[in-house]
């Protein structure tokens, strides 16, 4: 095994933070309950000379380490990262690319073009007074020039801001992707987290149903390149104009739709007793109130036009909806269901979700059309539509689903200098198969067995040892790792 | 050309903010003194019966749109990403990939894995008492939790965060690399940017040389890469184990070391006569300065040797690494500079930046060996070696020299129904091309000129017209877009 590991374990770490006061410290600490601590061991080369220190396991107790000299305090830092976020270490990292390999890959296919916006954003383009989830939990703040900034919860706001920058020079219509991170701040609930990356995919110009039909094929296609199939995954469909035609025949005024929409979209989160009341307390009547109930329990077209009759728009959009799933192919996924309403604010038409058939898990994905959002932001009407689809429950249902890949670092060659003296010959064979394209691990000081092992952990195809006396033949022992063959091969014929 | 246009063209964007109140409003406004503003049109289906607007083109005056009915204040919003910050159209973003899959494609070769940490991190790990610029332009606040927080400015201790959690299960050495966005905020400066992103190459738990020499190949092979020549860019190094000699030939006590290293970056940045006020005013002797002073300007062994004696580490480290550039095949690339200290207070050993000949630009990447961040952080001393490589001073340095790729959007079919009925059999054929990994865009509601045009803009190989006298024979028209012949082809030949 390895002679040389990490000598330093601590869970935590310790660091020097003259400047912060107890208060903000401590209030902070009080948030980690299951927090450890542990003895500082401080490095010879450190300029203390003397140090205090104390030790405990229990909560909200920070260590501080006085140094006497100059006053300064040391004090316990968790090695973990900032509550709510990841690290990705390198196997957390090829799964998430891979899954981004497999969102671009979708992207390419439907010819989508990718964009890229800052994960900083203005506050001012999030704020929307529908009281939407979204919008309750921003992580805001001011920054040092008194400007009120964001770490973005969404990406949308930000496509729709550079579209109408890039005004003119624009030709419609626009397939945008994009891969990012997204944030929110919530205070109360423990174990979710603050961040994920979302991938977007936006169609700007087109006010027919086929956007609607080509965003639902995508995430068919992504699905299905991951192993996913239709009796695992269904997508839910419905459009608001269904829920704007109730609101219509019960004389509601147009105002309230949003705020309608967010409300209902609370349905089976919330008791509907609570759902009720608030919308009688937006100025629903009783009698709208149970209207919209009546209608979000639909789940089939006669049912849907025996209340609201076969002329509605929203009726027309989802039957073409449903055409179209037959000439892509992913009938068998969507199914008609009114209740789904998606909590964004800005949503007008067709609404969609994608959902695990077990019921186990959050939604996967959704998305809808936005046609006003370009005049909310002081545009014109611009007709457009998306989806966002995270990186988490996705995650979750291949990992119930037994279809998480199996990824590991991959490497061509592995070059192993026998003697320390060959650590030139080495870097020249290294740096000669990777000029030539070969990714070459270069290891020294290590025990052959050692070699052997990561070897075989990084699944390396050949290992290369260099050798005295083959070298000055102009040789390197070279093993085939498959097939467990070796040889002596002349430098020149090893790439 | 386009029938459909961007219609809403402002640059600037009004939306709703009732919360926000007038003072951070304006605050905010008064920091962006070229703005323009615009009168917002509504589009008529914004619940808005009247309202008054006033426009101005002058600083510091925000346009406020009153509703009379619910009192609500419109406010112009600028269509520009925060101050300092980027978008990427899908022109840059094909740029910044393209930068990005060379990073990736060099960090392959060289078997470093990738790895990932929170954008958002602990202010703690940042910390540090040295001046250095990247500590004093910190984007830190605090979070809604108390927690101080900042957007990182460099990606390093993160890393050695992540070790550090990891402990015993990692076994030394690692290779990593990261490519992530990096932030400062600095107040004073116009034009420069507040992020930036940033490949970070580490090597962790290698003491000899061989770290630094792998590291500088990984540039030198970007380099290559990329275009760029020796005659083009160099690479200028040394070690702070020099300077720490001069320091210790003066008896300048240890615990300045740190401070005399980031005083001293500041070379050919400030005049001279600040650097020495600065040191003496630390506590160096006037002796000591203008030993230091006269070390920092050698540019060769004999001289280096002639000063300090050849038995220094920091002589016999440089001398290696000229060695081992040998080679590897880049000597031709570096050249010895003592005053080449680097700005991070943590670097011990080995430092190097990379820098165009032309003396146009800022340092194209830089790094150094820290063999003292893991103690510093409470663990024990773990021999460590890395550097980071920005993607702005690069990106000038491939336009300056020509050298920036063409890139274009590239898409295998344009699928293009010449009926509106055909809608159906066009959906089919763009969902089999697709499933057999063609990326196809699927255009409709355009006139035949403007798809030509456009099939000629995203380099399209193949324009397929769905007809309906075709159709009916189960055939399409297929144009071959690079040799521009026309023939029918039966459906299920397509693919």
Not at 139 to 153: A, I, Q, S, T, W
Not at 295 to 322: H, M, N, Q, T
Not at 329 to 337: A, K
Not at 412 to 425: C, Q, S
Request: net charge neutral.
């Amino acid at each position: 095994m390895s002679a040389v590991v990490v000598q330093c374990l601590h869970h935590l770490l310790i660091c020097r933070r003259p400047h912060i006061s107890a208060i903000s410290t401590l209030s902070s600490h009080s948030l980690h309950p299951r927090r450890n601590f542990c003895t500082r061991r401080f490095a010879s080369s450190v300029p203390f000379h003397s140090h205090k220190h104390s030790t405990s396991t229990q909560d909200n107790i920070v260590q501080h380490i006085t140094n006497e000299n100059d006053g300064e305090v040391m004090e316990a830092i968790d090695t973990n990262p900032p509550r709510g976020t990841r690290d990705f270490t390198p196997e957390d990292m090829r799964l998430r690319s891979w899954l981004f390999q497999n969102f671009r890959e979708v992207s390419r296919l439907l010819s989508f073009e990718e964009v890229d916006f800052p994960v900083l954003e203005s506050e001012a383009l999030f704020i929307r007074k529908a009281g939407e989830e979204i919008t309750q939990q921003l992580y805001n703040f001011e920054d040092k020039g008194g400007r009120r900034v964001v770490l973005r919860p969404e990406i949308t706001p930000s496509l729709a801001r550079l579209i109408m920058k890039q005004g003119k020079s624009l030709s419609l219509p626009l397939k945008w992707y994009t891969i990012g991170q997204c944030w929110r701040y919530e205070r109360m609930t423990r174990g979710r987290r603050r961040e994920h990356y979302q991938w977007n995919m936006d169609i700007i110009g087109i006010s027919k149903v086929r956007a609607e039909a080509e965003l639902i094929y995508a995430a068919v296609l992504l699905f299905e390149r991951l192993g996913i199939t239709a009796s695992d995954v269904g997508i839910r469909v419905s459009s608001r104009k269904v829920l704007q035609a109730v609101l219509e025949k019960y004389s509601i005024p147009q105002h309230l739709f949003t705020k309608v929409c967010v409300i209902v979209d609370k349905l089976n989160k919330i008791p509907i007793d609570e759902i009720q009341n608030e919308l009688i307390s937006v100025g629903v009547s009783l009698g709208a109130v149970k209207g919209i109930i009546e209608v979000l329990s639909l789940k089939s077209f006669p049912e849907l036009e025996a209340i609201l009759g076969s002329d509605k728009e929203g009726v027309a959009d989802l039957k073409k909806l449903f055409f179209f799933a037959e000439d892509y192919g992913f009938s068998q996924w969507i199914q008609l269901d009114v209740s789904v309403v998606r909590g964004l604010a800005y949503y007008t038409g067709i609404v969609f979700e994608a959902f695990d058939r077990d019921g186990k898990l959050r939604a996967i994905c959704g998305g809808g059309r936005y046609d006003k959002l370009f005049s909310m932001f002081g545009g014109d009407d611009t007709p457009a539509c998306g989806f966002g689809f995270g990186d988490a429950v996705i995650i979750e249902l291949l990992k119930d689903k037994g279809l998480l890949p199996n990824l590991s670092h991959k490497v061509d060659d592995i070059v192993f200098p026998l003697d320390g003296e060959l650590e030139g010959p080495a870097s020249r064979i290294a740096s000669a198969l990777r000029r030539n394209g070969r990714s070459v691990d270069l290891i020294e000081d290590k025990r052959l067995k050692w070699v052997f092992k990561h070897a075989e952990r990084i699944g390396a195809n050949r290992l290369i040892l260099v050798g005295n006396s083959e070298w000055q033949q102009g040789m390197v022992r070279v093993k085939d790792l498959s097939t467990r063959e070796e040889s002596n091969v002349k430098i020149e014929e090893l790439c």
